[in-house]
């Protein structure tokens, strides 16, 4: 065995590794750094193999670097969607015009069979396509520069079986007849596949659509890989491809979607695209208090649990909510933290929040570990949430969430929700939370109110 194949045995199994880390809050750290020496180790593999021009490479390695260290120091906390979203459309993008490249110029390695070669382009160029459209698609409805709302496509699951058709019959004629009309009609294809397939998925979703283009990305490099029998490529792509795919199926479970529906693009109900926002329905029936009555609340209670949102990370209210724990914890009150899966626009985007004002990994409960302690809490603090704690996913059947996993809230003995408005969560549905007997609502931006909740807290003190 080569030692470029060791280097690569070796990079597989620190990304395994790094990947169960990853599975809990308090290993998460180490789960990138170890990955991260994974990847460097596959980086240092590459330079055993023989290139022409050492210069241009090292060139790229370093000019990367430094764009990667600005902006991931840049990028603000509310942005790690978006910045997840882009960075996974330039893994696709690069595995596309690689295997394009690869074809033009006729980089045929010699241990590589010519159908492997043609069959693998065509694949990688598919694949790496419309992983680089879809992760735009996702970016630009994150960054509000396109509506979040579902873009409902006529005959969107028959353009989209065609599309498919034409593609793979297209790759295999390549494999064959190898005319490079025939690659710029996968491409095209895949183009607008990719627009069909993420236009109609609604804001709601992307914690789902960024799981499965991450999926796809890593199915993009294994493509690349056969391209050039890169056995690190295969390896590494697979396993990302692989973890996409079981992430993606997490996530189908808690907002209770179809995995098999999300793979060919249906994921977001029709029915949302029809809900609106009920000012009616809440009208005389919503209670409010002012930050001063909420810290007096809070100076009776004994179990206290946060509920972040996305909310929380618009208003970057961390830091405020950690200053509010402490001296909740002070004064010897047990608080915790309520996390739903996919709270916020990515898997684990509360988890992060917290995470960077050096909450206690033990205090961040998961949805089901929530779920148990929340009928005994005394009083819950719903921070920017919405549909993730709606109860009609429970109670009514024909609502877009009904049968997804939410948070119990309602079940807390007081629950004070910090809301900026009664705006409706993505699903553009009502949420009889804000109404329920046991409901506070307290207006307004988060970060402000909290800072509020907090004077008047210390105050009561002294």
Do not use: C
């Not at 620190?14 to 180490?30: E, V």
């Not at 170890?34 to 022409?52: D, K, L, N, Q, R």
């Not at 990688?124 to 960054?143: R, Y």
């Not at 119990?408 to 969560?425: E, F, M, N, Y």
């Amino acid at each position: 065995m080569s030692i470029v194949l060791v280097f690569y045995l070796i990079t597989v199994l620190l990304f395994i590794f790094g990947l169960k880390l990853l599975q809990k809050p308090q290993t998460a750290r180490l789960g990138n750094i170890v990955s991260a020496i994974g990847m460097t180790i596959a980086v240092i593999a590459t330079f055993f193999t023989p290139y022409e021009n050492y210069l241009f490479i090292f060139s790229a390695l370093i000019i990367g670097s430094i764009i990667g260290i600005f902006l991931a120091y840049w990028v603000d906390m509310r942005a790690i969607p978006q910045f997840v979203a882009i960075l996974n459309s330039f893994g696709g993008a690069v595995s596309a015009l690689v295997g394009i490249w690869a074809f033009l110029e006729n980089r045929i390695p010699e241990i590589v069979n010519v159908y492997q070669f043609y069959i693998s382009v065509g694949f990688d160029t598919f694949i790496g396509t419309i992983t680089f459209v879809g992760s735009i698609i996702a970016f630009l409805k994150l960054q509000g520069i396109i509506t979040e709302k579902p873009i409902l496509i006529p005959f969107k699951n028959f353009i989209n079986l065609i599309l498919l058709l034409v593609s793979l019959v297209s790759i295999f004629a390549f494999a064959i007849y190898k005319y490079p009309m025939l690659l710029w009609i996968v491409l095209i294809s895949s183009i607008i596949l990719g627009l069909t397939l993420t236009l109609p998925i609604g804001g709601a979703d992307m914690p789902v659509l960024i799981s499965l283009l991450i999926s796809y990305a890593g199915l993009s490099a294994t493509a690349l890989g056969f391209t050039f029998s890169n056995y690190g490529l295969i390896m590494v792509g697979s396993l990302v491809g692989a973890s996409g795919l079981i992430l993606t199926r997490i996530m189908a479970k808690a907002m209770n979607r179809d995995f098999w529906g999300i793979l060919l693009g249906n994921i977001t109900p029709p029915e949302v695209s029809k809900a609106s926002d009920d000012r009616g329905y809440y009208e005389g029936k919503i209670k409010t208090a002012a930050p001063e009555e909420i810290a007096m609340l809070l100076d009776y209670a004994k179990t206290i649990a946060f509920v972040p949102g996305y909310g929380l990370a618009v208003s970057q209210a961390q830091q405020i909510v950690k200053e509010l724990y402490e001296l909740l914890t002070k004064d010897n009150k047990e608080v915790y933290f309520a996390i739903h899966p996919v709270a916020g626009r990515m898997p684990g985007h509360m988890n992060v929040l917290l995470a960077e004002v050096d909450i206690p990994y033990d205090k961040l409960k998961t949805l089901e570990e929530s779920n148990e302690l929340l009928p005994q809490t005394d009083i819950s603090i719903v921070v920017g949430a919405n549909d993730v704690v709606n109860p009609l996913a429970r109670e009514k059947q024909d609502s877009p969430i009904y049968g997804m996993p939410i948070l119990d809230v309602d079940k807390s003995k007081t629950v004070v929700v910090i809301k900026r408005s009664l705006a409706p969560g993505f699903s553009g549905i009502v949420n009889p939370l804000f109404i329920g007997e046991n409901t506070i609502m307290v207006f307004g931006d988060a970060k402000p109110v909290l800072t509020e909740i907090v004077r008047a807290y210390k105050e009561l003190k002294v």
